[in-house]
């Protein structure tokens, strides 16, 4: 019950319409026992005594009671949907937003098919219980307390001669819940498991024609396919076999019913009309029985996906913005790192270890290293993606947890390794970190990222609409998009993480004379493992295992002879040997 109590903040607003429902149900359900009394009236008294003169008043009050039953039913299904719908409108909307404040740490584990079906099937399977499940179960106990009160009521020991096979009926429901619940979770699992294979196929389809798996892949498909289909089989089979069985018990209760109850009638102890009202309220009972374990089982899988729903929302945010944290339209952009280490949650080595360097505003940094080195982690603690393990970073002289983390960010531009973009227009892609940016702007941006040529180039120009994962773009050309995208911002620091890796030396070479003129007035910090892309750097840090092992200009750190200078001999003897178009 706990799972329940935790989230009633999103049902318990809407009690209303709930209670609204629960109400028309109690209505729904006394009117529904009520209807066996009628034809017990009709048998008993009309028929029986002759009083026709009843009929048309029993005629017109059956006609108001069945049109006052549609109305309640109305009323309680429409409140009951409108109770679900509106609790889960809220529980998703909360769950987003707390996918969004998530911190990268929470990412770098989570499996994107395992949050989608939480954020669509666990949000569908609590509302369901809401609008559906819930409703089921009061609805058992009102017609079993109803039902068995009345049947009582008539004739206590035809009650109980009819009840008697109850109890073998209850001991099946519970053995085809037993059995019917593993079922369930089993087509669950295996649904899931078919969803990720597909997803994750798509998502890599490059890899897998490149590697010419399709077959591999097919068959694959093939195999979680033939278990989604033999685990359908096999529940419909549980299905086939107990629903006939628990029919069958309820007929015998009817036989007993009209054995006993035909017996009494003929020897005068019960009327016949009794006899027909018995038979109409029994499959009250043994109908809602039936369905007992399916009702049941929306509750426990309610249960279960509240608690996973809960696992999302009470996962920590460590990485927000403290109360009163400072807010800054502009930075400057002065960078310092005093003696920063870190190490990523769940891992033993540092990713850097002791780095230390002051970064004036407007100045541009390089970085360079093997890969592994830790340079991203360096430009990641700066827009605090993570949260620095030792040693303080700073920006215009203030650690970084000073600042309000959107106003942080909005001042810093990056450019990742692997450029994400929206399926929507060039122009949203570009002007996604400022929406307000005019055409203008747009245009700007894109021109010094060396992409406006390009774009025009398309018959929709800035309208071109781009597929998942900017499909149909080279790799090139989404790296441009993305710079455009992290200059529209106007950010007071730019972070190009090997942003020229995926274009040619030629493109290189002009978007790194568009940069020297975009980097004017801003901190730039540059990772690259080309020579080319750093070397016009105020400074540049050589990294290797996270310890800063070299620093200087480039002249200066080719003097020293190290690292960087056999990085430089191996590039620029390739470059010698190998002729650039
Ligand atoms: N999210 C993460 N979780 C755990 N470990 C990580 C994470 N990101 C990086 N690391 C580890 O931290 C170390 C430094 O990684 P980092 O990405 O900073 O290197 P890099 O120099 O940028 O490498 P590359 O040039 O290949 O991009 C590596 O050992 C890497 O495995």
């Not at 801003?522 to 800063?548: N, P, Y």
Request: one cysteine or more; glycine letters at 8%; proline letters at 3%.
């Amino acid at each position: 019950m706990n799972t329940f109590k935790r989230l009633k903040s999103f049902y318990w607003p809407h009690k209303g319409r709930f209670l609204l429902s629960i109400g028309a149900l109690l209505l729904v359900t006394v009117i529904t026992v009520i209807y066996p009394l009628v034809l017990k009236l009709t048998i008993d008294e009309v028929i029986g005594k002759g009083k026709y003169e009843w009929v048309p008043w029993i005629a017109g009050s059956f006609l108001l009671l069945m049109t006052l039953k549609a109305i309640a039913v109305f009323f309680h299904q429409y409140n009951g949907d409108l109770f679900g719908i509106r609790s889960v409108y809220e529980l998703r909307n909360a769950l987003y937003k707390k996918l969004e404040a998530l911190p990268f740490r929470f990412y770098d584990n989570a499996k994107t098919g395992d949050l989608m079906s939480r954020l669509t099937a666990d949000v569908e399977a609590f509302r369901f219980f809401l609008s559906f499940g819930c409703a089921q179960l009061i609805n058992f106990l009102l017609l079993l307390t109803l039902g068995l009160g009345i049947m009582v009521a008539l004739n206590l020991k035809l009650a109980m001669v009819t009840l008697l096979a109850m109890p073998f009926l209850a001991v099946t429901v519970y053995r085809f819940d037993q059995k019917v619940h593993p079922a369930f979770k089993n087509i669950r699992r295996s649904f899931a498991e078919l969803t990720t294979k597909v997803q994750e196929n798509i998502s890599g389809i490059q890899t897998v024609k490149a590697m010419a798996r399709e077959d591999f892949e097919i068959g694959q498909f093939n195999r979680r396919n033939e278990q989604y289909k033999q685990t359908n089989v096999e529940t419909g089979y549980i299905w086939g076999t107990y629903f006939p069985l628990m029919e069958w018990i309820g007929n015998i209760a009817v036989v007993a019913l009209l054995g006993y109850g035909g017996w009494l009638v003929l020897r005068g102890e019960l009327l016949l009309g009794e006899l027909v009202a018995f038979f109409s309220l029994i499959w009250y009972i043994i109908g809602p029985l039936m369905f007992l374990g399916f009702t049941i089982n929306t509750y426990s899988q309610s249960k279960a996906a509240g608690e996973r729903l809960l696992e999302i929302l009470d996962e920590p945010v460590e990485i927000r913005s403290r109360p009163n944290a400072i807010v800054k339209e502009r930075l400057k952009g002065d960078v310092r790192f005093c003696h920063v280490s870190h190490r990523y949650p769940g891992k033993e080595e540092w990713a850097i270890r002791d780095v230390d360097f002051d970064v004036p505003a407007g100045k541009v940094i390089g970085l360079i290293g093997a890969t592994g080195a830790g340079k991203t982690t360096i430009t990641q603690l700066i827009s605090r993606f993570y949260e620095a393990t030792e040693g303080e970073v700073l920006i215009d002289g203030r650690k970084v947890q000073e600042y309000n983390l959107r106003s942080l960010r909005q001042n810093i531009g990056v450019v990742f390794q692997e450029s994400f973009l929206f399926s929507s227009t060039i122009r949203d892609n570009i002007a996604y970190g400022n929406a307000e940016a005019s055409m203008d702007e747009i245009r700007e941006a894109a021109r010094r990222a060396q992409a406006h040529d390009f774009i025009e180039s398309f018959p929709r120009g800035y309208e071109t609409m781009l597929g998942e994962r900017g499909l149909g773009l080279s790799g090139g050309q989404k790296q441009r998009i993305a710079i455009a995208r992290a200059l529209v911002i106007n950010p007071a620091i730019l972070i190009l993480d090997d942003s020229t890796s995926a274009v040619d030396m030629e493109t290189e070479q002009k978007i790194q004379a568009a940069f020297r003129e975009v980097m004017k007035g801003r901190t730039t910090f540059i990772i690259a493992h080309r020579i080319s892309s750093v070397k016009e750097a105020d400074e540049i840090l050589v990294l290797d295992r996270g310890r800063v092992t070299e620093r200087g200009t480039h002249e200066e750190l080719l003097q020293l002879k190290g690292f960087y200078r056999r990085i430089y001999d191996i590039q620029f003897r390739d470059r010698n040997r190998v002729p650039i178009s």
